[in-house]
């Protein structure tokens, strides 16, 4: 008499092994594991040979031009991971251990200057209890690029290189952790991949926190173009309130990170956010796709370092037709894509600055 209930489960149990995933679970799975694991795992290495630069310059072993060249790299893939920012690099102070931005009072040059007058022995150990302000890639910016600190002479080598090992050390140690913290058995990796977990009750809320992040960072591509172009500031131009401005990487900085929040959009072999939207909604992706093609195209067009292009009206002219344009990115993500995915954004971390 229990025979068919009993045939009933296991039809059950076979119709439900058989049906297809959540695409919105395979998704998360896909972006964790093809995108954004990817990107920490390059940061690591970009930190561990800014690690390795920092000493073989202050030894005499490599010239200023690598060190810098190093510099750019390391920041350049952190800023590919700020569109990605989610979990423990996102928690706590970890984001502004990498880097102080933004640094409306030069306040990165006075503490690195105080900390170094200061007459204490500088290490990793010492340097992990100090601000932010001097623990990251702006810190380590400064002591390489900035104009009034000569680093060919011997004196100077020697009061900034305890400082600037100390701080390719910490953000090697750093990136290290946040990586074994994603890849630990309970880590973000496992919690985008199989739900539900302590995290996520569901794969729509990992999707939600995606686009967030990435909307998030998509603003704050506009706020680090705008500012040194004075759009809060009544149309005069800021180039010191740039980031990256020492080293003149704030463009390459910048498209860095619209690569990460692109590399979301599209994720690896299709299976990105793109990809959860429904067939009546294909307008909508091509408008997106077409969106960051433009974007990549200002980005092409520029010949010059920001700073260079703002002292200009041709220059100012192409950077407001690039801001125009990652405004049509941020905007179509902000709005018709996260009403395509059922996502509420809310407030985000930019909000009130």
Known sequence: MFRPRLLLTSLAIALGACSPQDPQATTSAALAQQVILPAYGRWVDADRALAASSLAFCQGK??????????????????????????PLAEGNRAWQVQFYPDKKNLVARQVEQLLSGGAQITPATLAKSSVVVQGLTAYEYILFDARIDLADAATRARYCPLLEAIGEHQQALAQDILARWKADNGMLAQMSKFPNERYADAHEAIAE???????????????????LGRQSKGIPQPFQAENWRSDASLASLESSLNGAEALWKGSDGKGLRALLPGEQKDLAGKIDAAYADVHGKFAALRQPLGELLKDDAGIKQLNELYDSLNVVHRLHEGELAKALGVQLGFNANDGD
Request: glycine residues 4%; proline residues 4%; hydrophobic residues 55%.
């Open 62 to 87: 490599e010239e200023l031009a690598k060190a810098r060249a190093d510099f750019v790299a390391a920041q350049k893939a952190w800023a590919e991971l700020q569109p990605l920012l989610i979990g």
């Open 210 to 228: 995606m686009l967030r992040v990435q909307v998030t960072a998509l603003d704050m591509l506009k706020k680090k173009l705008g500012t040194p």
